[in-house]
Every structure is written in C-alpha cells, then in structure tokens.
C-alpha cells in the first residue's frame, strides 16, 4: 500500500536513535497518516520531497495553444504531439544513457521521448539513448526556457504570441525552489 501525505511540520529527535516526526497539513492527511501507521511495527518504505508549486495549468494551456497553432501552420501538418517532440528537441530538457540491450524497451516505457543516440558495436550488447524529459516535471526555470523558446518558433511562423510583460506575468504565478 502507498500514500502521499502532505506535512507542514517535521522535527528529528535523537533518542534511541533518530526519530523523524511529521505534522501532517489537513485533517484528511492525518487521517492518511493514522491508517498508514496503524500497524506500528510493520516494515515500510518512505520518499520525502521538497513541496514545489506546480507550473499553472495557464503556461501549460498556452504551451499546448501555440504548439497546436505550429502544428497547424507547417506545410505538411504536423500533430501536436509530433510539434511538441521537435520542441522538447530544441527546448527541452535531455540526457544520455548507456542502456544494456535487455533493458531498452523497460526504458522506453518509463521515458516516452527516447532516440537511439549512437550505434555501439554487437559486442557491447547495449545502446546509448538520448532521452528528453517531458515538460510536466520541469521547474518554473525550465518551463520558461521551454515557453520561449515555442513562442520563438511561433513568432517565426507569424503566429500571434503574448507580449513579453503578457508571459512574464503568467510565469511568475507560480513559484518554483530551483
């Protein structure tokens, strides 16, 4: 079974070893909580994160806007899945792994946007992908860059865009701890 519990307080206390204690931020993570801990001697795992704010729904609905607007201008067309790819491309946030033969296709399925990035020789019996990060897990710093870098695209296009005070405006709603 797995929770996600939302704390507003935490403490350490150093008795008997180290205690981590959590105040839970509403009445329904606490009774989260109590569930979760009804059965005290019972071995679990726990991940705790840093909150941060997620990206407003509106950068992320005028991301989609002139990335559809883009899809549509290109001769031939382009799906918006296919436009926000190129995006993600150019703008986005990317790695390289080296990934044994076994375990590419687990790979793909845990990062959508995957390219074979260098052949290896049979013998190394892997590859090296380039993956791109989708932009739901970026940061307020990373959807920005991201954001420009489509409105430019656009712009190119002669696609109607925010002004510049209009898109600041829009990413300071939301805070992020970078």
């Known amino acids: 079974m797995s929770t996600t519990i939302k704390f507003i307080q935490k403490k350490m206390l150093y008795e008997d ?8 931020s509403s009445p ?33 609905r005028y991301c989609w806007k002139l990335i559809s607007k883009i899809a549509e201008a290109l001769t031939p067309p382009l799906t918006k899945d296919e436009v926000y790819f190129n995006m993600l491309k150019k703008y986005g946030q990317t790695g390289v792994v080296k990934v044994p033969n076994e375990d590419v ?3 793909k399925r845990q990062f ?6 260098e052949k290896l020789a049979p013998e190394d019996r892997a590859k090296y992908l380039r993956f791109w990060v989708g932009s739901s897990h970026y940061n ?21 865009t925010r002004t510049p005070d209009e898109i600041a405006l829009m990413m300071e709603r939301y805070k992020s701890e970078d």
């Open 17 to 24: 070893g180290v205690w981590i204690c959590l105040k839970p």
């Open 112 to 117: 959508v946007y995957v390219e074979e990035h």
């Open 28 to 60: 329904e993570d606490a009774a989260r909580a109590r569930r979760f801990c009804s059965k005290p001697n019972e071995e679990c795992d726990a991940e705790i994160d840093k909150h941060r704010d997620k990206r407003s729904g509106e950068a992320n």
């Open 140 to 160: 307020t710093r990373e959807m920005y860059l991201f954001i420009q870098g489509i409105i430019s695209d656009a712009q190119e296009l002669d696609i109607d």
């Open 105 to 107: 296709e687990r790979f």
